[in-house]
Nanobody, 123 residues
Framework: QVQLVESGGGLVQAGDSMRLSCAAS????????MGWFRQGPGKGREFVAGITWNGGSTFDADSVKGRFTISRDNANNMVYLQMNSLKPEDTAVYYC????????????????WGQGTQVTVSS
């Protein structure tokens, strides 16, 4: 199985950019569809973006389309989420997740999860 560790969260102002990283270990990283999810205060876990095993296709939620970009580096077992033009409504805990089913948007289809990293966007 794979272990996932997110990093890169913090406090930024609206309009700023931030890049989240997710380091994978303990599995064959390149066989997984990777996703980023987020969970805001009082909300359910929401799909943000996903990427196929070879990075050939990506999928974005409508709420982040044109602002967020997911990418992966299979040589170094990393997946990234570049977030631009951040808004206060992007405030959430962001999770990296791995699926053997993919491409999928539902959290129940992801077997492995990181511990999450907090992103706070002030207005």
């Amino acid at each position: 199985q794979v272990q996932l560790v997110e990093s890169g969260g913090g406090l930024v102002q609206a309009g700023d950019s931030m890049r989240l990283s997710c380091a994978a270990s303990g599995g064959t990283f390149s066989q997984y569809f990777m996703g980023w999810f987020r969970q805001g205060p009082g909300k359910g876990r929401e799909f943000v973006a996903g990427i196929t095993w070879n990075g050939g296709s990506t999928f974005d939620a409508d709420s982040v389309k044109g602002r967020f970009t997911i990418s992966r580096d299979n040589a170094n077992n990393m997946v990234y989420l570049q977030m631009n033009s951040l808004k206060p409504e992007d405030t959430a805990v962001y999770y990296c997740a791995a699926s053997v089913v993919g491409p999928v948007r539902l959290p129940e289809n992801y077997a492995y999860w990181g511990q999450g990293t907090q992103v706070t966007v002030s207005s």
